[in-house]
Each structure stands twice: as structure tokens, then as C-alpha cells.
């Protein structure tokens, strides 16, 4: 069974690539009976295509244009109010992504200028 409810929320992600710590805030939402997100970072936003939650892995696909135009494919595993797992964009090495769900939105910040 896929349920949404326990991956909600925003999530500060680390993603450690070839070229150095990358940092984005990713955000996802229960709508309509589905999980829709989007993520935030190197001043774009872009939105989650294909979000599946099973049981506590986590899959979703972004394109971004920041530091340079890939196509990722995240897979992580979520416990609680933490994820890890990988980020591969194409035949690149897969990279760690680690992230931690906000607890006080009032503190939500954003890496990088926001556009």
C-alpha cells in the first residue's frame, strides 16, 4: 500500500556530487489522494515528477539547469523525520543525499537567492 501522510512536510536535503555539497529544500504535499512536491536550490525551483512512497522508500525525478542541466532520479529511504540515499543523473556516479524534515516552519530558510 502507498501512503502519503509520513513523508510530508519540507525536508533540508544534502547531496554530496563530484563537484562539491550541494544544498536543497524539498517540499511535499498531500493533494487530492496524491503526493506532489517540488525543490528548491542554486536559485531555481523546479517540480517532482513521478513521486512513489512504498512503505519507507521514496522515489521522484527533477531537471534542473543549476550548476549545469541534468535530469535526477532520487531513491531514499525514509525514517521518521530523516532520509538517505542516491541521486544519479544518467550514466554519472550515483551521489549521497541525506536530508532532515523541518520541525518549526517558522524557521524555513532557503539555500542560494530565490528567484
Request: glycine residues 16%; positive net charge; aromatic residues 0%.
Given at each position: 500500500m502507498t501512503t502519503?501522510?509520513?513523508v510530508t512536510g519540507i525536508w533540508d536535503l544534502s547531496i554530496s556530487t563530484p563537484i562539491g555539497r550541494i544544498a536543497a529544500v524539498v517540499e511535499l504535499h498531500h493533494d487530492e489522494g496524491s503526493l506532489t512536491g517540488s525543490a528548491r536550490g542554486a536559485g531555481e525551483e523546479v517540480p517532482l515528477d513521478g513521486l512513489i512512497l512504498t512503505g519507507d522508500r521514496l522515489t521522484w525525478k527533477q531537471a534542473v539547469t543549476?550548476?549545469?542541466r541534468l535530469n535526477l532520479a532520487f531513491d531514499v529511504t525514509v525514517t521518521g523525520d530523516t532520509l538517505a540515499g542516491t541521486s544519479r543523473a544518467g550514466r554519472l556516479p550515483a551521489s549521497r543525499v541525506s536530508g532532515v524534515r523541518r520541525t518549526d516552519r517558522a524557521a524555513e530558510t532557503v539555500p542560494g537567492p530565490r528567484s
Open positions: 502519503t501522510g509520513p543549476r550548476p549545469m
